[in-house]
């Protein structure tokens, strides 16, 4: 991973729908990320925001009796009011109807047309008016003719517009995507991205003279700038890319990650890059397309009344807490190549199993015992100088190995992999409980030192373990470390050294995770 300034971006969300959890999902998915590299000491911006843009949003501020921009700034606020509601820390919310981003957009496409890059032409497609997308012949007729998301017949389509000189950059984008196998994952939608390239690629319009809701293109304001083209910028105009005076922000460029849903990895994976190659600007690090949740085992529909919303959301926030439901889309969500269900039962299930029964019940045992036996103040480690190997357990590189391999997934963005790394580590510190029981050891005055280093063990493991969790579960992971006499301050690899915790300090017994009664359904008004 590149070093100095890390950025992530989430795809920025359509104000005509409300939030779901599609979109608290890529947005908590880059949350952790930028919690945990910020915690590894790094410079890190993370930004996400509302694309506001276009035909749709146009046509309903007309049904709701308004002005677009009253329409977006209505729904933009309710995204921006979800960000709490999650724990999300994004350092920026880019709307794409504020000025500073239309400003930067219409210096970008003046750019492209003075170098040739953007040209008025003819063009005749097949359009699919609910995503706002042209498709190819190939592709319209493997679509049978139909939007692949909506299901409504595509349209065949002919407009005098400005286009951007796609067809320019295959070569460059072939050779992008053969020399940086990472630039686009995971891996089977890669394979997508290159076979579609393989058939060639057309120019694209950038703009529209359909609707008026939009920016307007520079020195020819007939034509409003396509949506899309607007929107991909947005991760550019929040650094202040397309400003003469670019400022400070401009160190985060190029991003680490964009993150994305897998529907609209071609904008990120192929127009978007392009367009960076005609500006001369470098290109991202990865596009990161995550998969689709789904729910009950179907496509998540209203209709069907499995549609994980707002309301359905809070429901389990206010059973389970917010970093249960954190944990739950950080191990369990569609960052692979496959959707992902979200059921009530399996959120039960994963609760009680890793949260209660594993992360809850291993600090608490561990903080009781030391309650119990040293009155609440860590024992010593290796009382005689010496450490005392108990039952061929050498925790120190035990908890080493955990930190470090946590950490390098968490790079990759490998979220269940960097938690499942922890939760391996504070199984072991139970197996090891079971194992030298030390309940009994305590009954043995002679035995005190050794009972003394067991639990020293088992606490400094846990206090690690809290290090590298509180990325995803920021406030009970927090509550565990003031509980274990505060968090060490500095980079996270210094903090989960082993040895950190003094012995004296004074542990208090801890609480985490109630066990609870199942949330049975969905939707409170589920059939
Ligand atoms: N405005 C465009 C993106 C422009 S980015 C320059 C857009 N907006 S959207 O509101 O439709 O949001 C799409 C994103 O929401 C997906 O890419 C994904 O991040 C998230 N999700 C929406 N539904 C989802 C699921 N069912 N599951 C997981 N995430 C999905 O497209």
Not at 303 to 332: C, Q
Request: hydrophobic content about 40%.
């Amino acid at each position: 991973m590149a070093d100095g300034a890390l950025y992530i971006t989430t795809p920025i969300y359509y104000v005509n729908d409300k939030p779901h959890i599609g979109h608290a999902y890529t947005t908590t998915v880059c949350d952790v990320w930028a919690r945990s590299m910020r915690a590894a000491g790094h410079d890190v911006f993370f930004l996400t925001g509302t694309d506001e843009h276009g035909v749709k949003v146009e046509k309903s501020a007309a049904e709701h009796d308004t002005t677009p921009q009253e329409w977006a700034d209505r729904n933009a606020a309710e995204f921006q009011k979800v960000l709490a509601v999650f724990g999300l820390t994004n350092d920026d919310f880019i709307r794409t109807t504020e000025p500073r981003h239309t400003r930067q957009v219409q210096a970008f496409v003046e750019r492209l047309k003075a170098t040739g890059d953007v040209y008025l032409g003819r063009f005749e497609g097949w359009y699919d008016e609910g995503q706002e997308e042209y498709h190819t012949d190939t592709k319209a007729r493997e679509l049978d003719y139909k939007s692949p998301v909506s299901g409504r017949p595509l349209v065949r389509a002919e407009e005098q517009n400005y286009y951007f000189r796609l067809s320019a950059y295959q070569a460059r984008l072939e050779a992008l995507f053969a020399e940086r196998p990472e630039f686009v994952r995971p891996e089977a939608r890669r394979n997508e991205v290159l076979g579609r390239l393989r058939e060639g690629l057309q120019d694209v319009p950038v703009s529209r003279t359909n609707f008026r809701w939009g920016i307007a293109m520079p020195d020819d304001p007939e034509h409003v700038i396509y949506v899309w083209i607007d929107a991909l910028f947005n991760y550019v105009t929040a650094l202040g890319l397309g400003d003469a005076e670019p400022g400070p922000r401009q160190r985060y460029w190029p991003a680490t990650y964009h993150v994305i849903g897998k529907e609209i990895l071609w904008f990120h994976a192929v127009i978007w890059p392009a367009l960076l190659m005609a500006l001369e600007l470098p290109l991202p690090g990865c596009v990161y397309a995550h998969s689709f949740w789904i729910a009950d085992g179907q496509k998540m529909s209203k209709s069907l009344g499995n549609f994980v919303d707002l309301p359905t959301i809070e429901r389990f926030l206010g059973h389970y807490g917010l970093d249960a439901w954190r944990f739950y889309m950080a191990t369990k969500g569609p960052l692979g190549a496959h959707d992902a269900d979200f059921s009530a039962r399996h959120f039960h299930e994963v609760y009680t199993t890793d949260l209660v029964n594993t992360v809850g019940n291993c600090a608490s045992r561990v903080t009781a015992m030391i309650g119990k036996y040293f009155d609440g103040a860590v024992p010593t480690e290796a009382p005689d100088g010496s450490r005392i190997l108990v039952a061929e357990h050498d925790w120190p590189a035990l908890a080493s190995g955990a930190s470090e391999s946590s950490l390098e997934a968490i790079e990759r963005l490998d979220l269940a992999g960097s938690i499942e790394q922890v939760l391996g580590l504070v199984r072991r510190v139970d197996g090891f409980i079971n194992l030298t029981e030390p309940f009994k050891l305590a009954k043995d005055p002679g035995r005190r030192n050794e009972l003394g280093a067991i639990l020293y063990q088992c606490v400094e493991s846990v206090r690690i373990a809290a290090h590298l969790l509180e990325a995803t579960m920021p406030e009970r992971m927090s509550q565990l470390l003031e509980a274990l006499g505060g968090r060490i301050a500095g980079p996270l690899a210094d903090a989960v050294r082993w040895g950190g915790l003094q012995p004296g300090t004074q542990v208090a017994k801890v609480a985490l995770f109630p066990r609870l009664e199942a949330l049975d359904q969905l939707a409170p008004s589920a059939p």
